[in-house]
């Protein structure tokens, strides 16, 4: 089961602590802020200081902050999901930072779940052959959780079902290493 908004909660097996190898599988944040600095062009980047500018010096005022958190804190309806709000208002100003920040990280991490899987069905394969050097649990089922923030959900399930439509996915040695390159660090094929 997937539980939204707890990215940052321990993952339990039902039947108690299971042994796992952890696997980040989110694209680093230097690349990423590097990546998304580089996607602006001049005026671009020229608006964006001066928006950070802007709310460092305009602060909002404690009515503002308590009306705001109220009408998060009450709605009931589900009508005002701020997340999504943010990013579509992300995504009006500034394109090209919602297409690197969240688009570009929801295809990476996509990459990384389908890398992390096929490595999970290669030690089955191996266990059930009898190869492995002791490291399999000799054929017992891999379990993979994800954790992932909320924001990305949407993004992330298009992408697998979209795929899962698609007669050829693209392997992600093909995905991963477009997504890491930037203006001054290229990704060659023996990296």
Do not use: Y
């Not at 305009?58 to 309806?77: A, G, Q, V, Y």
């Not at 009006?92 to 996509?110: A, G, Q, T, Y």
């Not at 079902?161 to 290493?177: A, G, H, K, T, Y």
């Amino acid at each position: 089961p997937a539980i939204i908004g707890g990215s940052s909660r321990t993952a339990r097996h039902p039947r108690g602590i299971r042994p796992c190898a952890i696997i980040l599988g989110d694209r680093p944040v230097r690349i990423t802020l590097l990546r998304a600095w580089e996607s602006l062009r001049f005026f671009g980047k020229f608006k964006l200081m001066v928006a950070l500018l802007w709310s460092s010096i305009k602060s909002p005022s404690e009515k503002e902050l308590r009306e705001f958190m109220e009408s998060i804190l009450n709605d009931r309806s589900g009508k005002n999901d701020l997340l999504t709000k943010s990013m579509e208002e992300l995504g009006k100003v500034f394109p090209s930072l919602k297409r690197v920040i969240i688009e570009e990280r929801d295809e990476f991490m996509v990459a990384k779940l389908r890398q992390t899987a096929r490595g999970l069905l290669l030690m089955m394969q191996q266990s059930r052959n009898g190869s492995t050097g002791g490291a399999g649990a000799g054929g017992k089922e891999k379990v993979m959780v994800a954790l992932v923030g909320a924001g990305h959900c949407p993004g992330m399930l298009e992408k697998l079902m979209q795929d899962d439509d698609d007669d050829v996915i693209r392997r992600p040695e093909e995905i991963l290493p477009g997504i890491l390159e930037t203006k001054k660090r290229k990704v060659g094929n023996d990296e």
